[in-house]
């Protein structure tokens, strides 16, 4: 059985796994029931405390981008209204209001092992190596970057899948190994296409996207679909336009206000950076579910729906 996490839930259902943040129920062969709850974690190390309405902005944030997408791009998704998945899988009836706005009935797929990063900017651990090598997973990039530097074209940047701890960023050909190579040019190819979509339009709201990563699995048809979170604040680095200047590291709508108090205890020798965790302060709680509210209503141009959350 998987360890007691804050926020998880317990649905009738089969649990088919409990990640950092989502807890996936299988609902039969063809379908999941994806709940992202309010757990935070930062530095590998899940929180005892939760941040409100973190979950809802991820499910939400998602099926607002999947919406703008799916002419183009094939996705998982049967719906994130409440009323609609609780009418397709009844068994979880008492469990509304627990699921009210965090919730997304999703087709089943077998997903393939990569996480596939685009990376406009160089930021993370794509500039870590560059810094210290010149390289980005063993590949020479150009002399002369700067950290935050836009990168044109962008980057793709395949990364493994790792269960545990940080993925691993690997070449394109350790990705057609992995994978295969027809998959690969296509995962490439709708990455891209997800991501210069997605940066111009939040560009156009405020928003710069400096790097994202997706999932993909290819259902029983054969079909490649987009599966998981697509550019939330968990998955994308989310810099406000306003405020960019390369040559160093950039605020960011996300966990920010939560990683800077952890560096801070972690400097003074009160953390060590692994579990348990230090108790977070009600202003660090506040100010990162601020951030992630503020990124949905900047994006969406609607703050997120509370009455509909429990």
Request: aromatic letters at 6%; proline letters at 7%; charged letters at 25%.
């Amino acid at each position: 059985m998987s360890p007691l996490l804050v926020g998880e839930t317990r649905l009738p259902l089969p649990l088919l796994r409990r990640g950092k943040v989502r807890d996936v129920y299988e609902v039969d062969d063809a379908r999941l029931l994806l709940v992202a709850s309010d757990r935070v974690s930062a530095f590998d190390v899940v929180m005892r405390e939760l941040v409100p309405h973190k979950g809802a902005v991820l499910t939400q944030m998602t099926a607002w981008w999947l919406r703008r997408f799916e002419s183009d791009v094939g996705h998982h998704m049967l719906s994130c209204d409440v009323s609609e998945i609780v009418r397709a899988v009844p068994a979880i009836a008492m469990h509304r209001d627990e699921l009210s706005g965090r919730a997304m009935l999703c087709r089943r797929t077998e997903v393939f092992p990569v996480e596939c990063v685009v990376r406009g900017y160089l930021s993370g651990s794509a500039w870590k190596e560059y810094a210290a090598a010149g390289t980005l997973a063993g590949d020479r990039l150009p002399n002369g970057l700067r950290e935050s530097d836009r990168l044109d074209p962008p980057l793709f940047s395949p990364a493994t899948k790792a269960v545990t701890g940080h993925d691993e960023n690997i070449t394109l050909a350790q990705m057609v190994l992995l994978v295969g190579a027809e998959p690969a040019i296509t995962l490439e190819r709708l990455a891209r296409l997800i991501y210069e979509r997605g940066r111009e339009i939040a560009g156009a709201r405020g928003i710069m996207i400096a790097d994202t990563k997706f999932e993909f699995g290819r259902a029983a048809d054969g079909q490649i679909l987009l599966i998981d979170e697509c550019l939330t604040p968990d998955s994308s680095r989310f810099w406000p336009v306003d405020r960019y200047e390369a040559g160093h590291g950039q605020p960011s709508f996300d966990k920010q206000p939560l990683r800077d108090w952890l560096d801070a205890e972690r400097r003074a020798g009160r953390w060590k950076g692994n579990a348990p965790p230090p108790t977070l302060p009600d202003e660090v709680i506040a100010a990162t579910s601020a951030r992630y509210l503020e990124a949905f209503e900047r994006l969406t141009g609607s703050p997120l729906d509370l009455t509909l959350l429990p």
